[in-house]
C-alpha cells in the first residue's frame, strides 16, 4: 500500500493503471475510517484491481460555524485500517494542493442542492460536488463508492456525472448501522453514552414509518413519527421529510417509492439518516 500526498503525482499512478488496463475503484472518505467505510472498501476491492482510499477533509464543504477544525483525523490508525484491508493506494492530499490560493472553479448541482440538507448548510454540496469531481479526475476511476447514508449526497453525485459526462460509475452501498441501529458515523464520537442511547432512537422511528407508510396516509406517518422524534428527545430537529426516491421531490398520496430522511440534533451533533419506504402492492 502507498501513501500519496500529492495530486499530480496520484494521477500519474492512477493514469499509468488505467492505461495497462486497470479498473480502478475509488473510496472518498473524510477519514476517521469506521465500518461504514470499510464496507465500501470491501466492495471496491470485489469490483476492481485496483482500489484507491481518499482522506481528506474538505474545508469548503464546511460552512464557518461547522466542525472543520474539530473534525477527527486520526491518521495512524485510518492508514493501519487501510493497510488491513487491502487498499492499493491512500491519496491524502494537502489543502493547499486540492485548493490553491488561486483556485476559481465551483460546481453547482441546481434544485437538488438547495433542499433538505442543503437548506441548513448553504454552500455544503457545491463544495462536496467540487472536491469529488477533482477526486473522479485525479483518480480516474472506472467506479466510485458512496454510502446510501448520505442519501442527497449520493443524487448529487448522480446528477453530476450524468449532466458532466464523467466516466465514472457511482456504487450505492448500504448503510451500516451499530447494534443500537444508530447508524455509524465519524461525527458519532462527538456523543455522550447517553446521547448515544438516544440516537439508537432514529432509526427505531425511521423503521417503524417505513412499516406504517405501506399502508397509511403520508401525513399520518409523518405526523406519528415527527411525535415520536420529540419524545426522545432530540434537541432540535432541522427536517424530517418524505421524498420521493429518485429525485427527492416531495412525496403525495401516488409515490410508491420515498425515502424518510432526517436531520436532527442530539445534544450539539447534527445526525442525519434515512430508510427506503415502499407502498404495499395491491393483489
Ligand atoms: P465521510 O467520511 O463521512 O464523508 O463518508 C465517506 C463515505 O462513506 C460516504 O460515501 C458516506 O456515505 C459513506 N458512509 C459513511 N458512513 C457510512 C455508514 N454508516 N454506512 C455506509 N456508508 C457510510
Not at 473534525?71 to 487491502?86: A, M, V
Amino acid at each position: 500500500m502507498k501513501v500519496i500526498k500529492n495530486v499530480a503525482q496520484m494521477q500519474k499512478i492512477a493514469s499509468s493503471h488505467l492505461k495497462s488496463g486497470d479498473e480502478i475503484g475509488l473510496v472518498p472518505t473524510m477519514g476517521a475510517l469506521h465500518e461504514g467505510h470499510i464496507s465500501l472498501i470491501s466492495q471496491s476491492e470485489k469490483n476492481n484491481d485496483i482500489t484507491i482510499v481518499s482522506i481528506f477533509v474538505n474545508p469548503i464543504q464546511f460552512g464557518p460555524n461547522e466542525d472543520y477544525l474539530k473534525y477527527p483525523r486520526p491518521i495512524l490508525k485510518d492508514i493501519e485500517i487501510c493497510r488491513k484491508n487491502h487498499v492499493d493506494y491512500i491519496f491524502m492530499p494537502l489543502v493547499e494542493n486540492m485548493f490553491p490560493a488561486n483556485y476559481e472553479t465551483f460546481i453547482e448541482v441546481k434544485t437538488l442542492q438547495d433542499i433538505l440538507c442543503g437548506l441548513f448548510r448553504t454552500n455544503h454540496f457545491a463544495g462536496v460536488a467540487t472536491v469529488v469531481a477533482k477526486l473522479f479526475n485525479i483518480s480516474c476511476a472506472e467506479r466510485a463508492y458512496f454510502g446510501i447514508k448520505d442519501f442527497q449526497q449520493l443524487k448529487i453525485i448522480e446528477k453530476l456525472i450524468k449532466d458532466l459526462n464523467f466516466r465514472t460509475k457511482i456504487v450505492p452501498c448500504s448503510i451500516v448501522r451499530e447494534r443500537s441501529g444508530l447508524a455509524i458515523s465519524s461525527r458519532n464520537s462527538y456523543l455522550s453514552v447517553e446521547e448515544k442511547n438516544i440516537s439508537g432512537n432514529i432509526y427505531k422511528i425511521l423503521k417503524e414509518a417505513a412499516e406504517d407508510f405501506k399502508t397509511k396516509d403520508l401525513n399520518v406517518v409523518k405526523r406519528d413519527a415527527v411525535n415520536k422524534f420529540k419524545k426522545i428527545p432530540v434537541s432540535k430537529i432541522d427536517y424530517t421529510e418524505i421524498v420521493n426516491f429518485y429525485d427527492l421531490s416531495p412525496a403525495d398520496k401516488n409515490t410508491k417509492k420515498a425515502v424518510f430522511t432526517v436531520a436532527v440534533w442530539i445534544g450539539k451533533t447534527r445526525l442525519i439518516d434515512n430508510t427506503v419506504m415502499t407502498k404495499q402492492s395491491k393483489l
